[in-house]
């Protein structure tokens, strides 16, 4: 049994443009006794799955503005909190959170649900753990929407290296403030929404994890990501890309770099005023994303 502890309900009362209904597993295999949170929203019996992954310090609602674009195209909508995240249970030890860990939750939800014909949509560590998947599960991706992130190796450039300092030298993080950094057109309201599943720093043992594992990735996320670089070299699905151009860590160098990764990858939706939190402009993004699927489709 993973040690863990429950974010109470009461932190995520009223939080602004959040009125998503939640829903939750306990059973997911190899996750007993850890209950896991998802948002499942627009039309359960649509033939069109967007697949929203967030990164960090995030959770499910960073997707809160791009959700109610895609249900009302009339596809259905997952978006889920990874373990240590939003309404998900959240193991104490650091230990317990590994690559692995977070990629195989994913794969075992995208199991349970039994998605298909997904579109992935993803940043930060939502990309570097999500666009790990499609190789594993090939016939159940068909699109891909991605946004300021990539594939995993070692970072040691200095954006990443103030971004891990402001996520590890403070004792108790304060996630409000580091959103505000980072995502400057947020309310107050909003990025306290943001900081609602961290009551404390005991409940930070996954966002103080993430940026050790860019820093020193372990054996098995550099073969996972190796093997996804050839995936996408040879893939023959839809793809958009929106790039937060403020960025100064997956920003626009990088971006374009996973632009020549991934196959026939189309001219990428530059969004001049985004930095790193690219679904803040999320409608527009989705709006975009949406019309080139179309188009694409003929």
Not at 263 to 277: M, Q, S, T, V, W
Request: glycine share 8%.
């Amino acid at each position: 049994m993973i040690n863990s502890l429950r974010t109470p309900d009461d932190r995520f009362q009223d939080l602004p443009g959040y009125n998503f209904q939640p829903h939750y597993v306990r059973d997911l295999r190899g996750y007993e006794g850890l209950r896991a949170h998802y948002l499942d929203e627009g039309d359960r019996d649509a033939s069109e799955v967007f697949l929203c992954l967030h990164g960090e310090p995030t959770w499910s609602y960073l997707y809160r503005k791009m959700i109610p674009v895609f249900a009302a195209s009339g596809a259905r909508v997952i978006a889920p909190d990874l373990l240590g995240f939003g309404k998900s249970d959240k193991p104490i030890d650091e230990g317990t959170y590994h690559f692995e860990f977070h990629r195989n939750y994913l794969i075992a939800l995208i199991e349970k649900l039994d998605l298909n014909n997904v579109t992935l949509v993803c940043q930060d560590w939502g990309g570097l753990l999500g666009l790990t998947l499609p190789q594993s599960m090939p016939d159940r991706f068909e699109r891909l929407l991605i946004m300021n992130t990539g594939l995993l190796q070692p970072v040691t450039d200095g954006a990443f290296i103030e971004w891990k300092n402001d996520l590890l030298m403070p004792e108790d993080l304060q996630p409000d403030a580091f959103m505000r950094k980072y995502a400057p057109t947020l309310s107050a309201e909003e990025a306290r929404a943001y900081a609602a599943p961290f009551p404390s720093s005991r409940y930070q043992a996954g966002v103080r994890k993430f940026p050790k594992m860019v820093a020193d990735p372990d054996p098995a996320c550099l073969q996972h990501s190796a093997a996804a670089m050839e995936f996408w070299r040879q893939w023959n699905g839809q793809s958009f890309m929106a790039i937060g151009m403020q960025d100064k860590m997956l920003g626009p160098q990088v971006m374009n770099f996973m632009r020549t990764v991934i196959r026939n990858c189309p001219e990428p939706f530059e969004i001049a005023d985004a930095g790193h939190f690219v679904q803040e402009f999320g409608e527009q993004v989705a709006t975009k994303a949406l019309a080139s699927f179309a188009a694409a489709q003929g």
